[in-house]
């Protein structure tokens, strides 16, 4: 019987169809300085924009799945709430601050989520604050715009692209399970990127900045550490 | 595969504990407790806050891991599929194979590299979000990534005897075999 494909054509398809998938990348990839870790990365990040509904939610859970929820990272930053503000800047048509008071005062949005950590650990939380979507469309995002970078006072910085900002579980939180955001979870506010791993969600959240530029974070940036920047694993 | 197996390492060395259930963390009860040590050091709990100095390195393996996954699973896929449909796997594994290695290589074709992907993707939240069967089928993320760990420690086993067997039966005539023929 005639083979219908041998293992060295299999073995050459395969390669080429990787090859494939890297010509058909999308206008804005974050760079890979050449490193095969990066690039993988970039196909992931293709192949899940490319394959996966862009407006699927994450599962929500209910209250009695709710579980302890360990704090890491970061625990202990503090800032004095009343003169708190969160700016967002960048390419918006209206640049604007908002306090904590302003910002629960806009529609809000709770869920209960799960928090997939890098390290391999899981946790359950009910998180309730304004969508992200919320913001950007009240500051009027500007059609050149790629990325929401956000920025905490504890001086870390991170990047979504729009379409995981404008997602309707992307929130800016400022309850945790019914309180005020603790300190040690990012107080008085943080950012939650349900599709992807919990080291996105930057807590102690103070800037958010519009751009059109891939921004690695500089030296405390995941790319600089070797991290990953799409995360959506 | 030898990146998938190491990095997998690299990556459990990080948090060696397996649940059961959709979440699990170390404020909560273990399934396993594997006894490896962690790749990190943290300097201990002040309530629900974990204090630590020295970061996991487990960035790089984990896009080593996607990197290896990319390259086994797309080319693979497709030697599958074509071994389906041409009837490659029926041949091979029920008439010509011995019933043992039949079955065995079957087992390892069929279900548990299906699975160890499967249980994967079940890890993603945004794959998960397009695809929330993949918590119902394995019972939550958590318990995927146990039962990954379970597979992987499977198909390790298969391919040391596999490797143990061609090397007994002949190296380099197996070798010609499995590459470009007689």
Redesign the interface.
Known sequence: MKKLVTRRQAIVAGLASMGGVALARPKALPPTYGSLLRMADDVTYVAHRALLPQDALVREYSERDITPFPAIGTTNARVDVADWRLSVEGLVARPQTFSLADLKRLPARTQITRHTCEEGWSAIAKWTGVPLSVILDAAGVLPSAQYVKSHSYDDYENSIDLLDAFHPQTILAYAMNGRDLPVPHGAPLRLRVERQLGYKGLKYLTRLIVTSEFDDGGQKGDLANGWAWYTGI | MAALVYTGVV??M??P?LYWG???????PALIELPISRNYHHGGW???????NI??????G???H??AA??LV???A??VL?GV????FR?RFWREYGVWQGRTYALVVFVLTPLIILTGLA????????A?VL?SAFGG??SA?TIHFFLFVALVLFVVGHVVMVIRSGFVRQMRGM??GE
């Not at chain 2, 449909?85 to 490659?88: C, E, V, W, Y």
């Open positions: 990556m459990l990080a948090h504990r959709q979440a699990g963390n170390d404020l909560t002040d309530g629900e806050a974990r204090t630590y970061f996991n390195k487990n960035g790089w984990r896009s080593l996607f990197l990319w390259i797309v080319p693979g497709l030697y074509a449909a041409g009837g490659h041949r890890m993603s939240p945004a794959v998960t979000a397009a929330p918590l993320q958590q990534r590459t470009f």
